[in-house]
């Protein structure tokens, strides 16, 4: 319908059937030069918001929003400005200036989140458990915790990770 109807902005739920929203965004605005996404949530992780960004979208609300503040959103974006729901605002305030993970500390949090073992990552990722080890360390580190099972959990919340 996207393509057929080309409309002004587009309300994009997240979670799509067979892929996650976020990754489409750059497909969408590629099919019309005026299109505006608002990514609509579940809820809000700061790095699926912060990629939602990226990626080209104008407007992040939950699903929680109430009509009123949808409407805001859709006029503010259709105005060419940007709009962030204000508990997704919070969100993205609470975690800034933390150190991103790199692609490396990223496979391997999501390793970790599968529950597979440092001997495991280190076969699937073609490295030593050495390697592995120093990766999820500095995985601790960077996310503040200290055990692989507060690492899991984070990553799902801040949607660094998707179930």
Do not use: W
């Amino acid at each position: 319908m996207f393509q057929e109807l080309k409309p002004d902005v587009t309300i994009l739920g997240l979670r799509l059937p067979d892929s996650c929203a976020v990754d489409e965004i750059e497909n969408y605005l590629g099919e019309s030069e005026r299109a505006k996404i608002i990514v609509l949530a579940d809820h809000a992780g700061d790095a699926e918001i912060s990629r939602s960004l990226k990626n080209g979208a104008s407007g992040y609300v939950c699903k929680d929003v109430s009509a009123d503040n949808l409407l805001k959103a859709i006029r503010t974006v259709h105005a060419g400005k940007k709009y962030l729901q204000a508990e997704v605002a919070n969100i993205l305030g609470e975690n800034l200036g933390q150190e991103e993970l790199t692609k490396t500390e990223l496979k391997i949090l999501r390793a970790i989140a599968a529950g597979k073992a440092n001997k495991e990552i280190a076969f699937d990722l073609n490295v030593s458990e050495n390697t592995v080890k120093t990766h999820v360390k500095n995985v601790f580190e960077k996310l503040g915790v200290s055990d692989r099972t507060s690492a899991a959990t984070l990553a799902i919340k801040r949607g660094l990770v998707r179930v």
